[in-house]
């Protein structure tokens, strides 16, 4: 696959705190992005970073890309409680024309208040 | 706005009967898929379509089919579902390319297989 074995990580930390998920992937990728899902919702786009780009920020989003490792992190800066939610990464396998995304089992992010 | 829209959000069937889940997009996008997602892991793509009267495979296909009868619809159909596509399925609809053209994704039905 194009991740590998893997299960949903989890973390737990208080709000205010700075948090730093990281996902790799096993094959070549044109954009890495990283999704947000809320519980009983469906997953929802928060950054993008494409292969030819290091770090993107947005907000209190910073991600980055590191193609030669094939690896890519999330940061969230002064998490709030609303940011309770699992974060996935997901590749694009090539540039896939017809944007099949390829998704990692994600992480569980508990923002204590 | 935006939508996508599932029906229904909550299905319990019994083994071996047919199930069918609905999708309904607001977007025009040429692209929609169907996805799956297990407790602890990632989503995992089922079928996909690129307009309408197409249907592609995707890396989970067996046991399923799609139909895509408008630009707007994408059903999932479980001709005799079993217990182990208890799951949560997600529809998305998307415009296709390259460097990422983000998909749009419904709030999911939960299905559970008896």
């Known amino acids: 696959s194009q991740w590998g074995e893997e299960n949903l990580q989890a973390l737990s930390i208080q709000e205010g705190e700075d948090v730093t998920m990281n996902c790799s992937y096993k094959?070549?990728?044109?954009?890495v992005q990283w999704y947000r899902q809320k519980s009983g919702k469906g997953p929802a786009l928060i950054i993008l970073?494409?292969?030819?780009?290091r770090e993107k920020r947005s907000g209190r989003l910073r991600a980055t890309l590191d193609t030669s490792s094939q690896s890519s992190s999330l940061s969230i800066t002064g998490t709030l409680a609303t940011d309770t939610a699992v974060y996935f990464c997901?590749?694009?396998?090539?540039?896939?024309?017809?944007?099949?995304?390829?998704f990692g089992a994600g992480t569980q992010l508990i923002v204590i208040p | 706005e935006a939508a996508v829209t599932q029906s229904p959000r909550n299905k319990v069937a019994v083994t071996g009967g047919k199930v069918t889940l609905s999708c309904n997009q607001t977007?025009?996008?040429?692209?929609m898929y169907w996805y799956r997602q297990d407790t602890g892991h990632g989503l995992r793509l089922i079928h996909y379509?690129?307009?309408?009267?197409?249907?592609e495979k995707g890396d989970i296909p067996d046991g399923y089919k799609a139909s895509r009868p408008s630009q707007e619809n994408f059903s999932l159909i479980l001709e005799l579902a079993t217990p182990s596509q208890t799951s949560v399925y997600f529809c998305?609809?998307?415009?296709?390319?390259?460097?990422?053209?983000?998909?749009?994704f419904g709030e999911g039905t939960r299905l559970s297989v008896l």
């Open positions: 977007n025009n996008h040429n692209n």
């Open positions: 970073i494409r292969s030819n780009e």
């Open positions: 379509s690129y307009g309408a009267g197409s249907t």
């Open positions: 998305a609809s998307g415009e296709p390319g390259t460097g990422g053209q983000a998909p749009l």
């Open positions: 997901a590749t694009d396998g090539r540039g896939s024309a017809l944007g099949r995304l390829h």
């Open positions: 094959t070549y990728t044109t954009v």
